[in-house]
């Protein structure tokens, strides 16, 4: 791990060179494929400063959803990760058993669903979840 330039600044730094540099002296594909490259590490910016509060609450949601509320959400992010993991494969399998056909966890499973693919595409994307 460094101290400065952080992972986060190094992407800022990058990302802007290629906004404000690259794209304005390129034409055609080229000027095309450095915006997408600009977008890419804008996505993984947002990803990387926002992951673990994203996993925490997918895991709270999952938990809940599955009925474990008392249990505590794993410290390392490694955990974390493996965890919402597994809760996602459990509900997989609840919602293929049929589960969530028709009864008040279907409600509660497409409440849980929506809000972790607004936070994805509030990565993707910041302007696809703005009021």
Known sequence: MQDRPTAQELLESVRHFLEETVVAALDGPARFHARVAANVLAIVGRELRDEESSLVAEWTRLATLLGRPGDAAPE?????????AALTAELCARIRRGDADASPFREAVRAAVTASVAEKLAVANPRFTAP
């Open 76 to 84: 390392r992010l490694a955990a974390l990760r493996a965890a919402v």
